[in-house]
């Protein structure tokens, strides 16, 4: 009789611990497509640009560049838009996501959030998350820019020090020289 017992149970746990298990390919598929992942994708990388730019402007605030600074500035822009156009194509982001929803989510976990992100409710939030993450990169920028404005302003300073301190250090060699 335990034996039965011990078997029924055993049976019974099997689906739960199937759906304990990591999802099937098909579910993080189904699960990429209902989020709209690579629409998403493609989306945030004008704004990713967008913001990249803003940020460089309020960085530069204040400062007069020259046509040839100004140019410089643009092309480093350009390359750096290049390089994350390139690099984050849904190509290539498409295993990552795979993998990474294949390692964090279990196949019952999956089923929620395709779920979730299948009713209305969900395809609202996807709707609304560009603006909600454009919102997000102006305020991180509002906490950015100062941060990043300070650590020029320490390193420009920091330099300064160095040369003054190089300078001395010269003049003082020079200075035993001529002795």
Do not use: C, H
């Amino acid at each position: 009789m335990k034996r039965y017992a011990l078997a029924v149970a055993l049976m019974l746990a099997a689906p739960l611990a199937a759906l304990a298990g990591p999802p099937s390919d098909a579910q993080v598929d189904r699960l990429l497509e209902v989020m709209r992942a690579r629409q998403t994708v493609e989306a945030v990388l004008p704004q990713i640009e967008t913001s990249q730019k803003q940020m460089v402007d309020q960085m530069m605030d204040g400062r007069d560049l020259d046509p040839e600074e100004r140019k410089r500035l643009d092309s480093i822009l350009a390359r750096s838009s290049a390089q994350m156009r390139k690099t984050l194509t849904w190509d290539k982001l498409e295993p990552v996501y795979r993998d990474i929803y294949r390692e964090t989510f279990s196949a019952e976990d999956t089923d929620s959030l395709i779920a979730f992100y299948a009713s209305p409710t969900g395809q609202r939030l996807l709707d609304k998350m560009p603006a909600l993450m454009q919102n997000t990169m102006t305020a991180m920028q509002k906490l950015v820019v100062p941060m990043m404005q300070g650590l020029q302003r320490d390193i420009e300073a920091d330099a300064r020090e160095a040369e003054t301190r190089e300078n001395k250090v010269k003049a003082k060699s020079a200075g035993a020289e001529t002795k």
